[in-house]
């Protein structure tokens, strides 16, 4: 397979984003699926991620999508980052829950890009939509 091809470069990129990436790490987040303007990732709500409410605390919520958005924006091994980003709280999360975010390019031109991730529960009940501008910056994420 060429380095130049998009899907292995989408592939590459987010081994070398989220090997970098301790607190996606210390959340427990997995990457399921990435493609040129895609990513799936996985989080298991613990105990330590609820709130006075027991229920999953808004601001990892918020983590789990922001990581797919940074994934899905970073696919096409050009360095990217968050410029705005905004989300719509839908349901709550319970500890046990596998939460898992879902970013889809929506527009990408110039150094912007406009990202929808949505999260949802084992059930696939929908957690949260949440929504991302990227800004592309100088270099790429994984040297060839």
């Known amino acids: 397979m060429s380095t130049s091809d998009p899907q292995h470069l989408a592939e590459r990129a ?4 989220l090997g970098e990436d301790r607190a996606s790490t210390m ?17 298991t709500v ?3 991620m609820v709130n006075g ?3 999953c605390h808004g601001g990892l919520i ?14 096409h091994n ?9 989300i719509d709280f839908l349901a709550p999360a319970f500890e046990g829950d596998e939460l898992a975010a879902e970013a889809q390019e929506l ?3 110039g150094r912007s890009g406009l990202y929808e991730i949505t999260v949802s529960n084992q ?15 100088s270099g790429v994420v994984a040297t060839e």
């Open 27 to 43: 959340l427990g987040m997995s990457l399921v699926e990435v493609k040129p303007g895609y990513a799936r990732l996985n989080m």
């Open 62 to 75: 918020f983590s789990l999508a922001d990581s797919a958005f940074a994934v899905s924006c970073n696919s």
């Open 46 to 48: 613990r105990s330590d």
């Open 53 to 55: 409410h027991r229920i």
């Open 123 to 137: 059930r696939g009940e929908r957690i949260a939509l949440f929504r991302g501008r990227s800004q592309r910056v």
């Open 107 to 109: 527009w990408r031109s």
């Open 78 to 86: 050009e360095r990217a980052v968050a410029a705005a980003a905004s």
């Open 14 to 17: 987010a081994r070398v984003l």
